[in-house]
């Protein structure tokens, strides 16, 4: 089975300091793993993945999550926070295919982050 | 626009009625889901087809039903919905079902009363 866990209902932050929203995961093998935006009244964006390699992934709009698989963690980063990055971020996660696998993604509950000017 | 739309936005329903919500991709995508969305939990994945067959679907109660007439439509028909179905109801779409992103319609807000 897999599943996400992100442990912060929300994240504050002032506008120019590093901002970290915290996703923790568990798969049966090795992981697929994104984060999702979303912005009021929108469907999910794509942000960024990591699949294999680099274990630091630069994504969309400044953003960038590391891999760390021994404390099975893929944490969002961004170095300067900007009030337009106020959103609900998504972290997502999916066993590595094979025949018998789930075929989608397993989605956390959401951090709403909010920065304020 | 993110090439998956759908209809309608927004939309009231009784308990009695029967009504569908509709997704349409024009990515050239493969594989379509349905996804509701509560407040504060996780987005539930609800069913997956690839190439217009069900491949996924999840414990979901029979009260809704997909629908996948070709690979750029999705539907979800909805018949005697309950109070506690009231939701966002995403539909996305991508290249297969492997690791691909998904790319999300803006959703349907579904209220049941």
């Known amino acids: 089975a897999q599943s996400v866990a992100q442990p912060e209902d929300q994240v504050n932050v002032a506008e120019g300091n590093p901002l970290t929203v915290k996703c923790t995961y568990s798969?049966?093998?090795?992981?697929?793993l994104f984060w999702y935006v979303q912005y009021p009244n929108r469907g999910l964006q794509f942000l960024l993945k990591y699949i294999t390699g680099d274990n630091l992934v630069k994504g969309s709009y400044g953003f960038e999550a590391e891999f760390n698989k021994s404390q099975t963690s893929f944490h969002l980063k961004k170095p300067s926070a900007l009030v337009s990055d106020s959103a609900l971020y998504f972290c997502a996660v999916r066993d590595i295919p094979g025949d018998t696998g789930r075929r989608a993604l397993t989605f956390g509950s959401g951090t709403r982050l909010q920065v304020q000017p | 626009e993110t090439g998956v739309t759908q209809t309608p936005r927004h939309l009231v329903m009784g308990m009695t009625n029967k009504k569908s919500l509709k997704c349409e991709q024009h990515?050239?995508?493969?594989?379509m889901y349905w996804y509701k969305q509560s407040a504060k939990k996780p987005l539930e994945l609800m069913f997956v087809y690839s190439l217009e067959e069900r491949v996924e679907n999840n414990s979901v109660p029979s009260r809704f039903s997909p629908e996948c007439p070709n690979s750029s439509h999705l539907f979800l028909h909805l018949h005697t919905l309950q109070p506690e179905d009231s939701a966002l109801y995403l539909c996305?779409?991508?290249?297969?079902?492997?690791?691909?992103?998904?790319?999300f319609g803006a959703g349907s807000r579904l209220t049941v009363l």
């Open positions: 990515l050239g995508h493969n594989a």
């Open positions: 798969v049966s093998g090795n992981p697929y």
């Open positions: 996305a779409s991508s290249q297969d079902t492997g690791a691909n992103v998904l790319t």
